[in-house]
Nanobody
Framework: QVQLVESGGGLVQPGGSLRLSCAAS????????LAWYRQAPGKQRELVAL???????NYADSVRDRFTISRDNAKNMVYLQMSSLKPEDTAVYYC?????????WGQGTQVTVSS
């Protein structure tokens, strides 16, 4: 059974930083494409950042140069380092893994950016 468990969300002031973590189990992590998505109230879920097997990364324009996605294949972990956070980054952030065209999701972690 595949499990993705996010952690690290919380309340942060504008301009602050947070690091989200996602622990994966039950999946061949090394050959999985990993991503972070987010969903704000009343909006569709959107891709934030993606890291492929070869560690090629892709970012949404709204977070490029502020967020960094990384993976640790030895620990089955994927991270999202977020800096210069803005109120519009407020959302539930979801960890995502794709392997052989099957997509798996975590339960999400809330990030709130507010003063």
């Amino acid at each position: 059974q595949v499990q993705l468990v996010e952690s690290g969300g919380g309340l942060v002031q504008p301009g602050g930083s947070l690091r989200l973590s996602c622990a994966a189990s039950g999946i061949n992590f090394r050959i999985s494409t990993l991503a972070w998505y987010r969903q704000a109230p009343g909006k569709q879920r959107e891709l934030v950042a993606l890291i492929a097997v070869g560690e090629t990364t892709n970012y949404a324009d709204s977070v490029r140069d502020r967020f960094t996605i990384s993976r640790d294949n030895a620990k089955n972990m994927v991270y999202l380092q977020m800096s210069s956070l803005k109120p519009e980054d407020t959302a539930v952030y979801y960890c995502n893994a794709e392997l052989h065209r099957i997509v798996y999701w975590g339960q999400g972690t809330q990030v709130t950016v507010s003063s």
